[in-house]
Structure formats: C-alpha cells, structure tokens
C-alpha cells in the first residue's frame, strides 16, 4: 500500500475512534472489520489481551489520541503481514464513487447496533440463522445491476468500512442470485435481506448456501422507496 493512502486510511480510523461518543464500540468496529483477534492486536501492541478488552467494553478511560494512533498503526501493520487485505479494500474505498444504479443507499454505523432493531424496522421475515448479533452498517445493493456490472473485486465495494453488515439486496425473484454471487467472492455478510420477496417465494438453494456461508437471510415485502426512506429517516 502506498505511504499516502496509509496515512489517509489511518487518519480515517483514528479520527473515528477518537471523535466517537463511544471510543471502544468504535475501535472494536475497526478491529472486527480487519478480522483481528484481540490476542493477535494485544501482541503486537505488547500489552495483555485483557487491555483490549477493557478498552473495548468500555471499562477502562477512552484512550487519548497516542494511543489511539498506536492501536490503528498495529491494525495496519498485522493487515500487511497478513497480505493486505482489507487495507486495499479500504484504501479503495477513500477515493471510490458509487454507481447510484447498484447501490442506492449506503450507511456505516458510529457504533454497532442489533440487527433486530433494523429488522423490525423494515418489517423483515426471518427465512433462516439467527438474530442476535450487532452490526455495523447496511446497503442497500439492486441485485441485478451489481451481478451484470460489478467484477468480483468491485462487488466488494458494497461491504463500505465494515463487513459487519446488512446487504439488502432489491429486484429480487427467488434470491439465488445474490447468494451465488456472494459465494464466489471473499467477504461474507452476517446478514442478507431480500426486498420484495415473501417466504415462500425464496428458492431452498438460499437456506442451502446461507447455511454453508453461516449467513442469517431474512425478506421483506417493503417497495424500495419506502425501505429505504424508513433507513434514512432513522437516526442511527
């Protein structure tokens, strides 16, 4: 990665942390996003997993922008060790614009919230998995667009700065399209909503591919506009 874009990525990270209401839901956003274990994060960092932890629960005082800068320096680094992968998707992502025609609205969260909160929101179905983890953002994608005009490096555009995630996906007729394209790409979802489509009109290959890619999918019967001026509306 190039040493400017470096510098970019991080001033994004760290500004975020710093400037967050809540600094350790921040951090641990970034920290998820770049698939990190805290063990890994806290060797490199030279401290006890446990610090980690306190700083990300909340437990022990936000840390001031020095560390801060260290902690996103460390995130960096075991990335580069680890080939880079999510800092070329995020550096990607400062300079990238997107096709309103494949995706019409894209929001990354301050702090995580429980995809049962956005569920209920746009009055989803649950078709399969569970619902009891926090996300980080959503987007939503036109299915078709993105599968004709997006490769599979670009369609990792749709993730923003977190996989932590829910793609609604719309223009939808049994849902297997969107599955099938995830699957051939790196980065899996948590969650997966299809728009305009009830249960019984989902093909049983979501369930079977969901399954293998431990993705919760979920529909709702919302029409575009409404979904996606409910989201906009919501202050998240």
């Known amino acids: 990665m190039k040493p400017v ?14 400037l967050s209401d809540s600094p350790g839901k921040a951090l641990k ?20 997993p446990s610090v980690i932890s306190d700083y990300e629960s909340g ?25 880079g992968t999510y800092i070329k998707k995020y550096g990607k992502l400062l300079f990238s614009d997107y096709d309103d025609e494949v995706i019409y609205d894209i929001h990354d969260f301050a702090t995580s919230i429980p995809i049962r909160e956005l569920s209920e929101l746009i009055e989803c179905t649950l078709i399969c998995g569970e619902l009891d983890s926090q996300i980080f953002g959503y987007t939503v ?16 555009r749709i993730y923003g700065w977190s996989t932590e995630r ?3 996906f719309t223009d939808i007729s049994t849902g297997k399209s969107p599955m099938i394209a995830i ?24 369930k079977k591919l969901a399954e293998k890619d ?6 709702t019967p919302l029409g575009v506009q409404d979904l996606v001026t409910r989201l906009r509306k919501t202050q998240w």
Not at 214 to 219: G, P, R, Y
Request: proline share 6%.
């Open 5 to 18: 874009l470096r510098q970019q990525l991080a001033e994004k990270m760290a500004g975020e942390i710093t």
């Open 29 to 48: 956003k970034w920290r998820t996003s770049f698939q990190i274990a805290p063990g890994v994060l806290a060797d490199h960092l030279g401290v006890s």
């Open 59 to 83: 437990r022990r005082k936000s840390p001031g922008t020095g560390v801060v800068g260290k902690i996103v320096d460390s995130l960096l680094d075991v990335d580069e060790e680890n080939g």
């Open 141 to 156: 994608i036109n299915s078709t667009n993105a599968i004709l005009n997006l490769s599979p490096n670009e369609f990792n």
């Open 166 to 168: 829910a793609l609604i």
């Open 183 to 206: 699957r051939v790409t790196p980065f899996k979802p948590p969650y997966v909503i299809l728009q305009g489509i009830d249960e019984e009109h989902v093909s049983p290959l979501v």
């Open 214 to 219: 431990h993705i919760t999918v979920l529909c």
